[in-house]
């Protein structure tokens, strides 16, 4: 089984930026970032492919967010920009355990989950 463990979350202003990291304890496919905010469903945010060729976002954070990996340490990125008072929420890393041949968006398609690390931006 793998863990995932995420850092880098914490308190910024609005404008400002903040870039998530998250470490896979063994070999994983696609990866992706989610999100909850507080009395919300848990949403999609962005996933990265195996190789890292192939990038999705959620028109939400498209322009600002930005996800990569560093494949030889399974280790997944988030660098967010601009960040609002709506993209205020517990921030998710997600990862395939086999290869789907296919990236998901949706919570299904991934097997392994990390604890979760709190975004909060102020105004």
């Known amino acids: 089984q793998v863990q995932l463990v995420e850092s880098g979350g914490g308190l910024v202003q609005a404008g400002g930026s903040l870039r998530l990291s998250c470490a896979a304890s063994?070999?994983?496919?696609?990866m992706a970032w989610f999100r909850q905010a507080p009395g919300k469903e848990r949403e999609f945010v962005a996933a990265?492919?195996?190789?890292?060729?192939?990038?999705y976002y959620a028109d939400s954070v498209k322009g600002r967010f930005t996800i990569s990996r560093a494949s030889a340490k399974n280790t997944v990125y988030l660098q967010m920009n601009s960040l609002k008072p709506e993209d205020r929420a517990v921030y998710y890393c997600?990862?395939?355990?086999?290869?789907?041949?296919?990236?998901?968006?949706?919570?299904?398609?991934?097997?392994?989950w990390g604890q979760g690390t709190q975004v909060t931006v102020s105004s």
């Open positions: 997600a990862a395939e355990r086999n290869d789907a041949w296919r990236v998901s968006q949706a919570q299904g398609g991934y097997d392994y």
């Open positions: 063994g070999p994983t496919y696609a």
């Open positions: 990265i492919n195996w190789s890292g060729a192939d990038t």
